[in-house]
């Protein structure tokens, strides 16, 4: 990942939101800000929490430490996925002033930090605003440490602190545009079917990596429902035929 390049654009699969193959972490030791920027489609599907979380875990090892940031202060998710407490968080580095180190979650012992989004904020537009954020960011690049803003793309507030990042990547669930910004990665879901199982890595849930690394599950896929009606009707049928035969005159 190089910013300032030419724009990158990658399609993973939606049920299973690996990394791509060629996705690399920035360039050099110094500490980085990665801004995610999710579209509303795309949080609404769910695969670009789980996309994140794997990019994290992907990216973190002994010479890169990676912390990731629940930056959507309206329906913080992250969490969840990576099950850890979400009792303080981001909302309280900017309502009440927490360090950052009180509210670091570790998601695995060999693998990246979670910043969730913690108690929820009045305002949350506002608060994408906060002139705190600079203070958080140049805190962790001091630190030598890659964070990963995760951040809803539909918001104004996220848009701006999405300028202040080394890098952006873009989540989408629809195509790229046609002519992406050079610098800019697009990283777009398709349905599995449209989807070639090669060239992207997905992690199963529970089982480390050969880093050592834990990643989140994937979506689970709601099972097909046909063949339901059909089976219905042969239970029908089969009662109507026992309610005849008991009826026949003996």
């Known amino acids: 990942m190089t910013p300032g390049g030419s724009a990158e654009v990658y399609e993973i699969a939606r049920d299973v939101p690996g990394v791509p193959d060629g996705l690399e972490p920035p360039c050099g030791d110094a500490g980085q800000v990665i801004a ?12 670009c929490g789980h996309f994140a979380l794997a990019l994290a875990s992907r990216w973190s090892g002994p010479q890169r430490q990676v912390v990731i940031a629940d930056g959507d202060l309206k329906r913080g ?7 850890v407490p979400n009792d303080e968080g981001i909302g309280d580095l900017l309502r009440y002033g927490a360090s950052s180190k009180r509210v670091i979650r570790q998601i695995s012992p060999a693998g990246p930090h979670l910043i969730p989004a913690g108690t929820v904020v009045c305002d949350p537009e506002e608060s994408l605003r906060d002139p705190r954020w600079s203070f958080l960011l140049d805190e962790l690049r001091g630190d030598g440490t890659t964070l990963l803003l995760y951040l809803p793309a539909d918001s104004a507030g996220a848009t701006a602190l999405a300028a202040e ?3 952006i990547i873009h989540m989408v669930s629809g195509a790229p545009p046609n002519d992406p910004a050079p610098g800019g990665i697009w ?3 398709v349905d599995p079917e449209l989807h070639p ?3 992207s890595t997905a992690f199963p849930v529970g089982k480390d990596d050969h880093d050592g690394r834990t990643v989140p599950a994937p979506i689970p896929r709601s099972r097909p429902k046909r063949g339901r009606h059909l089976v219905i009707a042969m239970i029908v049928l089969v009662l109507l035929a026992a309610a005849g035969v008991l009826a026949w005159p003996g």
């Open 197 to 199: 199982r090669h060239g």
């Open 165 to 167: 990042a080394d890098g």
């Open 77 to 83: 998710s992250l969490h969840g996925i990576a099950d």
């Open 36 to 47: 995610l920027l999710a579209d509303k489609a795309s949080r609404s599907h769910g695969w």
């Open 187 to 189: 990283v777009h879901a």
